[in-house]
């Protein structure tokens, strides 16, 4: 009895720090997205071949996600098809070093109400140190809150055979989601959620690849959500995105 009141408690005590980070960044992009300056429904895409893909957001231009109405009525969804390549600043093999000399840029063309943002695997790739990655990741979601639009970072996947420098870009990560209070995508956990081990190795990315697998990208189902990458992933940043639409907006 003792022990299910010690587990009980500290359950609540991580609902309630859980609830309370939330709180944190809900109120600090409500006023970030008071300053105005954006184009209603306006998204942008930043980031590398893992956002560049057209398997990435862009099926929901086209295609409905049950559960995700507010999104879809809030977006222009014609634009997650369209805004792709170098010019959106997304594209196979970038660094966040390529994204920050892009978003000066981008939030004047697009004036977005959100930045979806991932880097990172090419860092890993590229041995770009994570204080390096910092600065240059820091750099973005700062210009972004500047502008009045509310960034939304995301964790990188698993690196197959380098995945303790993966878990160390997404310490980073997660260090400015708290310290800047923006809403962090844990893709990185949402996959080890299904997949434990290396069981997403084959499975969620492709065979000793660092990609995502695609396939059924906007079927939510718990089965699909074990096997399909490109799914989880739209899954997972839908959600978030909804979170903001829904309390920030």
């Known amino acids: 009895m003792r022990a299910l009141r010690i587990l009980t408690a500290l359950a609540l005590a991580m609902l309630a720090t859980s609830t309370a980070g939330e709180a944190d960044w809900v109120a600090a992009m409500k006023a970030v997205h008071a300053k ?12 590398d071949s893992i956002t560049f893909t057209k398997a990435f957001l862009a099926p929901f231009a086209w295609e409905m996600a049950a ?17 792709k390549g170098p010019e959106h600043s997304n594209y196979s093999g970038w660094v966040a070093a ?30 770009v140190a994570p204080a390096e990655y910092e600065k240059n990741l ?3 979601v700062d210009a972004c809150l500047a502008a009045g639009c509310v960034p939304i970072i995301s964790t990188i996947p698993p690196y197959p055979g380098k995945d303790d420098k993966a ?3 997404n310490a980073v990560v997660k260090k400015l989601a708290a ?27 492709g ?3 660092v990609h ?34 829904e309390k920030c907006f």
């Open 36 to 47: 105005g300056g954006t184009d209603k429904g306006s998204v942008s895409q930043i980031g």
């Open 67 to 83: 559960g995700f109405e507010t999104v879809a009525a809030r977006i222009n969804r014609k634009q997650l098809n369209e805004r």
């Open 98 to 127: 390529q994204g920050l000399g892009k978003i000066a840029g981008i939030l004047a063309s697009q004036k977005p109400e959100i930045a979806v943002i991932m880097y990172g695997t090419n860092e890993v790739t590229k041995g």
């Open 138 to 140: 820091g750099g973005i």
């Open 167 to 169: 878990q160390a870009i």
């Open 179 to 205: 310290d800047k209070k923006i809403p962090l995508v844990d893709f990185y956990a949402a996959i080890l959620e299904r997949q434990p081990g290396t069981a997403w190795d084959g499975t969620l990315l």
């Open 207 to 209: 065979k000793g690849d």
């Open 212 to 245: 995502p697998t695609g396939g059924k990208n906007l079927d939510f189902s718990a089965e699909n959500l074990k096997v399909c990458g490109y799914a989880l992933r739209n899954y997972v940043t839908l959600t978030v995105m909804k979170d903001v639409i």
